[in-house]
């Protein structure tokens, strides 16, 4: 009975986290968020601000469930080795690219969706600034830590490598089909968290985190240039 209750552990520690990421980001968002929105009269730059005050206590919360699990910092594997660094710059390039196919298997699944562009004309520079800045960088490093540093490592240890990237790939896009109500992104978000885990997997969690950046700062700049052209 001791072994089968220390195996399940992992997997505890990995469904709580993501649980707790998940429920924090909801009510930081779509309840906060919306609020702070109609006393700013500045959608994106409330939604930026009510996800950025989340972020350290998330990540605090998830950082606990995994120490006490024994996944603790030299278990998350944070390595900036020149072969993590290129790895997840190369990684990060490939996933801005990659919905250019994976977006048509969306829209055969799913029908084709109305665009939803969070930038517009009537965007403010604030909100411009912290899109680039929380979406660019902060979410992703925060997201790392938990979806890779945590939740992998914990289903790693019990599943090994293959499923456990498997599983933490389908509840990080389960958790954005939540959060973002973008099941039209399914099979964009499965590829692009598969992509996040073989970098963790075999490089570290730092290359998967360079990767996140890497990918999110330059859709998110593209995003702003495209929107400024038009």
């Not at 009269?41 to 601000?49: F, P, Q, V």
């Not at 699944?109 to 009537?122: A, K, R, S, T, Y």
């Not at 490093?141 to 938990?146: D, K, N």
Request: proline letters at 3%; hydrophobic letters at 45%; charged letters at 20%.
């Amino acid at each position: 009975m001791g072994s089968s209750r220390s195996s399940d552990r992992p997997v505890r520690t990995a469904i709580v986290s993501a649980a707790v990421w998940t429920l924090i980001e909801v009510i930081s968002r779509q309840v906060v968020g919306r609020k702070l929105g109609q006393r700013l009269n500045d959608g994106l730059a409330a939604d930026m601000l009510a996800t950025l005050s989340a972020l350290p206590v998330t990540s605090a919360l998830v950082a606990r469930l995994g120490t006490e699990n024994d996944i603790k910092a030299e278990r998350r594997e944070y390595r900036l080795t020149p072969r993590a660094v290129i790895g997840g710059l190369v990684g990060g390039i490939v996933c801005v690219f990659l919905p250019a196919v994976t977006m048509r298997v969306d829209s055969v699944l799913f029908g084709e969706q109305p665009e939803h562009n969070v930038i517009n004309d009537e965007t403010s520079v604030a909100g411009r600034s912290l899109f680039a800045a929380v979406n660019g960088v902060a979410i992703p490093v925060a997201e790392e830590f938990t979806w890779r540093g945590i939740v992998q490592s914990a289903l790693t240890d019990r599943f090994g490598g293959t499923t456990g990237i498997g599983l933490t790939g389908t509840l990080f896009a389960l958790k954005h089909v939540v959060v973002d109500r973008s099941r039209n992104r399914l099979t964009t978000l499965l590829a692009i968290g598969t992509v996040f885990g073989i970098l963790r997997y075999r490089l570290g969690t730092g290359a998967s985190t360079i990767a996140h950046v890497t990918a999110n700062l330059l859709a998110s700049l593209i995003a702003l240039a495209v929107q400024r052209s038009e």
